[in-house]
């Protein structure tokens, strides 16, 4: 069994900086592809960034230039670090583990973000 523990979240004000961190128990971190995910009061959960185990990024367009993602595979933690951050981007944010070819898909309890004008 897979969990993932995010932590990190808070109240910021705009053009502030928060980062995210998600803590992956069990052997299979090094081959997932972890993700951050999002999702606003009323909206549907949106892809916020992903990252392979071999470390390539991916991003969404309103979060490209302010948001990097990162893992760390000798601490089984991938990191959301968000700069310039907007009122747009209040949310809760879920991490996601994704194990290649198993379809098997797993996630967070989620951390709020809460970014004032």
């Known amino acids: 069994q897979v969990q993932l523990v995010e932590s990190g979240g808070g109240l910021v004000q705009a053009g502030g900086s928060l980062r995210l961190s998600c803590a992956v128990s069990?052997?299979?971190?090094?081959?997932?592809?972890m993700g951050w995910y999002r999702q606003a009061p009323g909206k549907q959960r949106e892809l916020v960034a992903t990252?392979?185990?071999?470390?390539?990024?991916n991003f969404a367009d309103s979060v490209k230039g302010r948001f990097t993602i990162s893992r760390d595979n000798a601490k089984n933690t991938v990191y959301l670090q968000m700069n310039n951050l907007k009122p747009e981007d209040t949310a809760v944010y879920y991490c996601?583990?994704?194990?290649?070819?198993?379809?098997?898909?797993?996630w967070g309890q989620g951390t709020q973000v809460t970014v004032s004008s």
């Open positions: 990252i392979s185990s071999s470390g390539t990024t």
């Open positions: 996601n583990a994704e194990i290649p070819h198993t379809g098997w898909d797993f």
């Open positions: 069990g052997s299979t971190f090094a081959i997932a592809l």
